[in-house]
């Protein structure tokens, strides 16, 4: 019934871009600039290959953040990120699964 009523009035739903959301959480655990670009690369690259559809951003945000900061040798853990992203530890664990999965990893940014 609710989309029914959205269609009628023509609402758009506001999309949430999980780049916007890499600053948010990164503001909350004082991450350097230097990961938060990484993150938002390998966000972008998610993106452009079609992988983040139907995806929730803040975790797709978390999941990247955590991917950077491996690769950079920022010490954060999955629970600081989750936290700070309110999503679960096993939702930037599964994200981060695809991730790697997507081959994102071996991509030399």
Do not use: H, W
């Not at 991730?99 to 940014?109: M, V």
Request: glycine content about 2%.
């Amino acid at each position: 019934m609710l989309s029914n009523t959205t269609k009628e009035l023509e609402l758009k739903m506001p999309v949430v871009d999980s780049i916007q959301c890499i600053a948010r959480i990164s503001s909350k655990l004082k991450i350097t600039e230097k990961t938060k670009r990484y993150a938002a690369k390998i966000l972008k690259e998610t993106q452009e290959r079609k992988e983040s559809s139907g995806k929730d951003p803040m975790g797709l945000a978390a999941a990247a953040l955590y991917l950077s900061c491996v690769k950079n040798g920022v010490s954060v853990t999955q629970r600081d990120l989750a936290e700070a992203a309110n999503v679960t530890e096993v939702t930037i664990r599964n994200r981060y699964k695809a991730l790697r999965e997507a081959k994102i990893l071996e991509i030399d940014f």
